[in-house]
């Protein structure tokens, strides 16, 4: 059920267009319906008690995000954090930092590739592109022979197909023949956390850590956490799963990893369902970081991001539709006035270098470069905001 003030707000979105734009018209219908899609339940959730100190919510956004929220929290240091909302990239991060890692120590074992686990006595390797890309061979070997049965078939039926598009129906047929679930294989992911984390409990954490994954065949988002074991009908939250399968749902990407089977259902990436889980955080506290990186490039000098490719279109268009969502959620709040601290640290909107880096990237450069951009939107929403 969509709230009233939602409507409300996704109205006033509609009545300040300029009606005279039919392409105004619809795209601020799709952006208002988008926020009433997300928007519908981000009041505070009332199965949630509230804790003194700070909820830290971290946002998808795959490695890039990563380094990004590695680089807030340097800054930051953010002291009395009593709970982390962790989603996709988010998830990651919050997992290690709910466990007792410092930010220096992870930062440090991203350089050097490899860390130190007390409990096994020797170094692990970290994350690296071999082991989050590591191909799924036989699905791939499947899909490329089903492929190339349809393909002769197609040909086959050429004589039959003079009168008819046939790029078309080369297409159509190419899309009907797609049967792999995913590119690559994630187990790697998982067995990195069993490896690094002293506890697969949730309950064993020294901050109160909640991951959310997205149900694939329900409407439902899923909350891994140690303490709430409940379902309503929009979300279902579970103790009873470890927070290495729970992270690894969390960040199984569509197409790109396997949805990840945990009590009888398919989970995906925790973001298709609700960008930033920004009302677990809100329901957690009344002081929130919020850490995301859907910040869309803003124009400067009067260069376009359409002089930059087709991948750094689709990149901003990706971008500034979570943007929007994100702001309606901001608006939503200020409207409601929950008197609440909320603090936002996102990309400084010039910030070229950040919006040029590969979503998915190991290079030490890179890395680096992301860390310095979250380490600088942070300072800059210190000096901005009292922390």
């Known amino acids: 059920m969509v709230k009233t003030s939602t409507i409300k ?59 990004f929220h590695l680089g807030v929290l340097k800054a930051l240091q953010p002291e009395n954090i009593t709970s982390i909302v962790g989603t996709s990239a988010g998830s990651v ?50 899909q490329t022979l089903t492929m190339g049965v349809s393909s002769l078939k197609f040909i086959a039926s050429l004589p039959w197909l003079i009168n008819r ?33 002293p506890s697969a409990d949730f309950a064993d954490m020294e901050i109160d850590l909640y991951i959310t994954g997205t149900a694939l065949d329900y409407r439902t988002r899923a909350v891994f956490n140690g303490l709430y074991d409940f379902e309503t009908e929009e979300d279902h939250f579970m103790t009873d799963v470890p927070i290495h399968k729970a992270v690894r749902a969390s960040s199984a990407v569509p197409g790109m990893f396997e949805p990840v089977l945990i009590k009888g259902k398919y989970y995906v990436d925790g973001e298709i369902k609700r960008t930033l889980s920004a009302d677990i955080g809100v329901s ?65 909107e010039d910030d070229i270098d950040f919006f040029l880096a590969p979503e998915f990237s190991f290079s030490p450069e890179i890395q680096r470069k992301i860390i310095k951009s979250g380490e600088r939107a942070a300072l800059k929403v210190m000096n901005e905001v009292k922390l």
């Open 9 to 67: 707000l996704a109205f006033l979105q509609i009545k300040k267009t300029n009606h005279d734009s039919i392409t105004g018209i619809i795209c601020v219908k799709i952006t208002s319906w988008l926020s009433i899609w997300s928007i519908s339940m981000v009041e505070e959730i009332p199965y949630l008690q509230k804790k003194p100190g700070t909820a830290l919510v971290l946002s998808g956004g795959a490695t890039k995000a990563f380094y």
């Open 165 to 197: 598009d046939i790029l078309a129906e080369a297409i159509d047929r190419l899309i009907h023949s797609q049967q792999i679930t995913s590119f690559f294989d994630s187990t790697a992911i998982e067995n990195l956390f069993k490896s690094l984390l």
């Open 93 to 142: 991060v919050g997992a290690f930092v709910a466990s007792g890692a410092s930010v220096d120590t992870l930062i440090t074992a991203l350089y050097q590739k490899k860390v130190y686990v007390p409990k096994f006595d020797r170094w692990i390797r970290t994350l690296t592109s071999n082991m989050l890309f590591r191909p799924r061979y036989r699905q791939l070997t499947r």
């Open 284 to 348: 957690l506290a009344d002081k929130i970081i919020i850490s995301h990186t859907y910040q869309p490039l803003h124009s400067q000098n009067g260069h376009s991001v359409r002089d930059m490719g087709w991948l750094n279109v689709l990149r901003q268009s990706t971008i500034t539709m979570f943007n929007e969502r994100i702001n309606r959620w901001r608006e939503f709040y200020d409207e409601q006035k929950l008197n609440k601290k909320i603090i936002w640290i996102q990309p400084e």
